[in-house]
């Protein structure tokens, strides 16, 4: 009982900052704990300089791997669609004859227990090698112990490698040895100086660019807008298709060469949760839906639901990357049930935190959606040749390539 009252308590205040720094909020405790948060963003300001200008200045070496790299981040956390971009990324690679692995730290993956990480300390003088999501031909760890990302990268994507661990860079040459991978991708690795990209591959969420301007933790930006500098390609993602001139001029203010790209998250169909059920857009028109997500745009997500003719009757949000209870569940469905609900929706991203053989009292099925090029498509499969063939046309081998 003591556990389940902190998890609540805990769950509420996240909620309350995430309201704070998203201007949910403006009553006197919010406007309080902004002014704290803010200050701490000066801070967090500060550092991030530093930790920049010690790589620039080559006083922090970053550790090159005889591969090609390329690296897949955003300014921002969460939020910008980012799983699909590297999807599509790697299957593109991969199609045209490269061996790729992609490299991500599994944010909020569980991670080995304590006495496991004890008993590896004492009885071996090197770290542990990285954790196997993909070989490439077979789903190894679920998303719970891989990280959703991970996860869902590793079931849509066979033929490609997917590794877990915080030290990218050990990730990455256990890619290489292990695996003979000749191409990198660093999944939300803007961030991530001690492997650098050939290519940088920045996304921008088109809806809410750079959330209220504030680092973090007033705001959602992860570095400065300025940084911008480093990015090779701009994606903006879940655009309506409409040119936004005033967000393309601020790129360009700090960034006049990189290509900018835009792109929309497209509802493909429903996949029934557990069961080899498919079911196209059309069903949603006109039928009363429930939905529910814990994603870190929820309002994306209910969108297109609503843009597909559903009558959403009852949803319901939690934070990004929340670990459903049974508890929850049956709030929802039950929720859902009083609401007259004929099915209920969640997002891919969240269906993989479910239990495969979990029963439930109305369908149950995800939104698949994948990316679509809507402007700057030569731009893409420009980018994809000159890693592919980064020396004219002829395939090179990685150290040749790299170099």
Known sequence: MPHRWFRKKFYEFEQFAIDVIMGRREDAWALLFAGFLKGCSVLFNGLVQLRAWLYRERLLHDHPLG?????????????TG?????????????????????????????????????WNWLTHTT????????????????????????????????????????????????????????????????????????LNLVLIDKTNPFGNGHLLP????????????????????????????????????????AEIIECAHRPQYLQRVGIDERRPLADL???????????AAPESFE???????????????FIDHYRFTAEDLESIFTEAQIAGAEFVVTTEKDSVRLEADARFPLPLYYLRLEIEIIRGATDFQEAVEKICFPLGGHRASPVAAAG
């Open 127 to 198: 770290e542990p090698p990285p954790r196997v999501v993909s070989d490439g031909e077979r789903v190894l760890l679920d998303s719970e112990h891989a990280g959703d990302e991970p996860y869902m990268l590793a079931r849509n994507l066979p033929g490609v490698v997917v590794l877990v661990d915080k030290n990218r860079v050990k990730a990455g040459a256990y890619a290489i040895r292990k695996f003979g991978c000749d191409t990198l991708l660093l999944d939300d690795g803007f961030q991530y100086l001690p492997l650098k990209g050939r």
């Open 303 to 317: 969108s297109f639901l609503r843009e597909t003719g559903a009558r959403l009757v009852a949803t319901k949000r």
């Open 82 to 118: 980012k799983t699909p971009v590297v999807e599509k990324f790697a299957r593109a690679l991969h199609e045209r004859g490269r061996k790729v692995g992609i490299l991500s730290r599994g944010y909020k993956s569980k991670p080995p227990p304590f006495w496991r990480k004890w």
């Open 67 to 79: 591969c090609l790299v390329v690296v897949v981040g955003n300014l921002t956390v969460g939020g």
């Open 285 to 295: 028109k006109g039928h009363a839906v429930a939905a529910f997500s814990g994603i």
């Open 218 to 257: 007033r705001g959602v930006l992860r570095e400065p807008v300025k940084h911008l500098n480093r990015a090779s390609y701009v994606f903006l993602t879940k655009s309506n298709g409409q040119r936004d001139a005033e967000l393309e001029a601020l790129i360009r203010r700090h960034n006049s060469s």
